[in-house]
């Protein structure tokens, strides 16, 4: 194997390992936009809730 075969190898390699490195990222950047979507949704909720328990303390 010559050295040029040698680098094409490396090459591929890299570029292989970077191609799983951004998928994974892309994963986890996807699930963080969720968990933030749920947190944000979860909050709003909760400030409704507290909202019409004030409104009906207001009106009683």
Excluded: V, W, Y
């Excluded at 970077?18 to 994974?24: S, Y």
């Excluded at 979860?42 to 009106?59: H, I, N, P, S």
């Amino acid at each position: 194997m010559g050295m040029k075969d040698q680098f094409q190898d490396k090459a591929k390699a890299l570029k292989e390992q970077a191609e799983k490195a951004r998928g994974g990222a892309q994963n986890e950047a996807s699930e963080r936009g969720r968990q933030a979507e749920d947190r944000t949704r979860k909050g709003q909720d909760q400030l409704r809730d507290t909202a019409d328990d004030a409104r009906d303390r207001f009106q009683s």
